[in-house]
């Protein structure tokens, strides 16, 4: 099997447990908050596929196409994250200063 094939590798659902946890942010409609949900959670699946990768190229490929598959793994994840990014562009400043009390 190519390293290739493995990815992408996480694949957990906690994308309903995070629209109960946005549910707190005053004013988000919940269509925004099932998008922003499922983004945070494939944004946290494709941080533990790089994490992976990275650990993979510090233990040192086997050869050559190993590293080339890596290589390519690492790019694809990276715009896969780019973007579930452009989703959540600046967004999540402006939930966390709905959540915070006005200055005075």
């Known amino acids: 099997m190519s390293v290739l094939e493995e990815y992408p ?5 906690e994308a309903r447990r995070l629209r109960s946890v946005l549910a707190a942010v005053p004013g988000l409609e919940d269509a925004s908050r099932a998008e922003f949900a499922a983004a945070i959670n494939n944004l946290a699946n494709k941080a533990c596929d790089l ?5 993979r190229l510090l233990r040192g490929p086997a050869n050559a196409d190993e590293l080339a598959d890596l290589l390519t793994a690492l790019e694809l994840t990276l715009e896969q994250i780019r973007g579930e990014s452009d989703t959540v ?3 999540l400043y ?3 200063d709905r959540l915070r009390p006005e200055a005075p």
């Open 9 to 13: 590798k996480t694949h957990r659902d």
């Open 89 to 91: 562009d600046g967004k």
């Open 94 to 96: 402006e939930m966390a």
């Open 51 to 55: 994490e992976d990768v990275f650990q």
